[in-house]
Structure formats: C-alpha cells, structure tokens
C-alpha cells in the first residue's frame, strides 16, 4: 500500500496525526500520478490547504501544466487569497487550452468583488472563444441574474433550454426563466414556466414567485393557495404575508387579511410595512381603534415614515382627538419635507380647538400644495369666510370654480360676494 492510500485510510479511520505523517511521505516518495489523484480527495474532504500544496509542487515540477494553475487559482479564491490567484490565472496565455477555464474563474472571482463589469468582460471573451459552451452561457446568465439585468439573462436562458439544457450546476434554468419574465412584468410567460416545475423542485422562493405571479395576473385564487402553500412550508418567510393579505384585499376579504397581517406581525414585528397594511385592512372593516393601535406601533418602529404619520393622523382627526393630534404632529414641523396633508391636518384641529390663528397658518402651508384640491379649497373658503377674510374668500372661491364649475352653491356665494 503506497502513502496516498495509507493517508487517505487514516483520513476514515479519523487518525489525523497518522495521515499527516503519511501525507508528507507522499509528497517525498509517491509517483506524480498518485499525487495528483491524492489531491482531488484531500479536496474533495476538505483538506484543501494539502491539495494546494500537492498542486504547487506539481506545477514546479511541470510548469507548463496549465490546468494545475486553474486547481491553485480555485483553492486560492476559496482563501480569499484573490492576489495570489489572479497571479496564477493570468500566468495561463491565450493559447492554452485551459484559457477558457481561467476566464471562467477569473470572472466568478471579480463577480464575488461585486467587479461586475470585469466579470462581464471574461465571460464575453469566453463566449467568443466557444460559443457553444453551455457553462459560459450559463454563467454569464446568472451573472445578469444577479445584477438584475432580467432581459439580458433571458435570451441565455432560453438558448440554454432550447438545446435541451433544463438544469446546469444544480440550478433549474425554466425556474430562473420564469422568475427573470417577472422581474421584466412579463407575468403570463412567466407564469407560463414557472407552472411547468415539478412540486418537490419548487423552493420557498419559487413559490413566492410563482404566488406574487399569480397575484399579478389577478388570479387570486391560485395566488392564496400558493402563497397558504409556502406559509405552511416556510411561516418564517416574512415577505408573504404583505402580498397574500392584498390577494384577500383584491378579493374583497378584508377579514381574512387582517389575520393575515397580523400572522406576519408574529413572524416580523419590524415590518413597517405589514403595520400599514394591516392598519388599512382595520379601516376597511371601519375598526378604527385596531387600525390606530397599528400605527402607532408601527410609527414606534419606524417615525420616519410618513405614511404611517399622515393615516395615524387621519384617525386622530376622525375621532375627534384633536389635542393627541398636535401632540403628534408637532415634532414632525421641523422636517421641510413635509406632506400637505400633515398642515391639514393641523389645520382642522387647531380650528376645532377654537385657535384660529395656528388654524390660519396651517391652512395656508397646505394651500401652497393643495390649490388644486376642491375639498381643501371648499374648506379653506368656509374657514376664511368665517373669519371674515372676504377679498381672500373671492380669490379662492375664483380657484374653486375653476375646477369645479358645476357646483351652484358656491357660484352663488361668488355672485353674492361680488354683488
């Protein structure tokens, strides 16, 4: 029994001290043929620092053997020794016939350094040195699958399967057509491939996809069952929740939506936006204090999010909490940013607090942004005419029937103010 196999036994019997002492006599005695293959095992189990030092020692001995600069580059770039890889990589001229290989891991490595323009570079070099290679087109594929180029990823995809190629690297290429159709809205091809894989391929993510799919088209059924199908797969799968609870919403089940919402909030409590869409799923069923209690908590979560603070102040107008209003809202002031909605809002309390000169300069921020609005405007022309601001009630009321002309009552009010 020679040193390989002697190492490669110590390696089973988990005697790790021997197969070290057998490792080193073969690198000094054993035949380069029985290195080479202790190499590949060595790596193959994880031992991958002694396949590089078999490789290297290998490639001393015969420095013309590109194939071995491709095994150290490998190893290297497993390392995250990229320097010392792209050293041996570009060591590997145009006229070797595993030129093409070193392309294809130099451009997996520049990809990993998110360098993906480089990438695109080798794996085009390498397509036009062998147009034909299914595992260039499939890598360069995945490469604008991963940048999000859809459309370039789907010519390669479908040349793949066009020539019979359905699975490369144990990945399903009519799954990855079929979710980059609906990255691009393509949804009815997409729909179109993702139906043809078989149920126990369908990953969490294809069924996501092949869900929000569904979802798209307006098939809502399909759409909850195969989003139920993933949320007793996977319940931790937290961006279901969002889409199969507007699945209910478009088929006008608001109860069943709320659950919904409030299942992902036990998954996800962070989910800014499952608080809004439960919220809205509360006013529907006009629970105005259950839609409250949501956005609060989810303006806890996250105050910067002005829609939370635009519907939370929504329904503290509508319950007539006019006071725990302002409170609200006036730390939000300091922000330029603001929506108009937010100066409206403000506006309506203060008035029905009886304090008409904030009232006054509320309505006004709005009106900068809401003049074309006919219910702010009617509004606004109401509130002035009551602080008897006539001149400023004609000018408005002038806006108002500009964009609502049919509306007699305050024609009337204008000719009367006029006259």
């Known amino acids: 029994m020679n040193n390989s196999e002697k190492a490669l036994n110590a390696i089973q019997d988990n005697n790790l001290e021997s197969y070290q002492e057998y490792f080193k006599k073969a690198l000094l005695e054993d035949s380069d043929d029985l290195l ?19 490789y290297k020692q290998l490639l001393k001995k015969y420095p013309n053997e590109d194939e071995l600069r491709t095994y150290i580059a490998d190893i290297l770039i497993s390392n995250d020794e990229n320097d010392e890889a792209l050293i041996y990589l570009n060591e590997i001229k145009p006229d070797s016939e595993f030129y093409i290989n070193s392309l294809l891991v130099e451009a997996d490595l520049y990809q990993t350094q998110d360098l993906f323009i480089v990438s695109e570079n080798k794996l085009t070099e390498a397509i036009e040195l062998a147009p034909n290679e299914p595992i260039i087109k499939f890598a360069l594929a995945e490469l604008y699958y991963s940048e999000g180029k859809y ?7 479908l040349d793949l399967i066009k020539t019979g190629e359905i699975s490369i690297s144990n990945v399903n290429l009519v799954e990855r057509l079929g979710v980059s159709y609906a ?6 091809h997409a729909i179109g491939y993702l139906e043809q894989i078989k149920q126990i391929d369908m990953t969490p993510s294809v069924l996501f996809e092949t869900a929000f799919t569904y979802l798209q088209l307006n098939r809502l059924d399909e759409s909850i069952k195969t989003f139920e199908n993933l949320r007793d797969t996977d319940p931790q799968y937290a961006s279901l929740y969002v889409y199969l609870g507007e699945a209910y919403v478009k088929n006008n089940d608001n109860e069943s939506a709320l659950k919904v919402y409030q299942e992902g909030l036990s998954q996800d409590e962070f989910n800014v936006s499952l608080y809004l869409k439960a919220a809205d799923a509360a006013i529907h069923l006009n629970k105005l204090d259950l839609a409250q209690q949501y956005l609060i908590k989810g303006n806890e979560v996250n105050p910067d999010n002005l829609e939370i603070v635009v519907k939370l102040s929504d329904i503290y107008i509508k319950n007539e909490e006019y006071e725990a209003d302002i409170d609200f809202l006036t730390p939000y002031l300091k922000d330029n940013s603001l929506v108009p909605q937010v100066y409206w809002d403000l506006a309506i309390a203060y008035n029905n607090l009886d304090d008409v000169k904030n009232a006054q300069i509320n309505y006004q921020k709005a009106y900068s942004d809401l003049n074309n609005d006919p219910v702010f405007l009617k509004e606004y022309i109401f509130f002035l005419r009551e602080q008897g601001q006539l001149n400023d009630v004609i000018k408005l009321l002038k806006e108002y ?13 204008l000719q009367d103010l006029e006259d």
């Open 151 to 157: 459309e370039n990823a789907i010519s390669l995809y």
């Open 36 to 54: 080479f293959s202790l190499a590949e095992e060595v790596y193959s189990l994880g031992f991958s620092d002694d396949a590089l030092k078999i």
């Open 401 to 413: 029937i500009t964009l609502v002309p049919e509306d007699a009552e305050m024609v009337y009010m």
């Open 183 to 188: 990255h691009v809205g393509n949804f009815e």
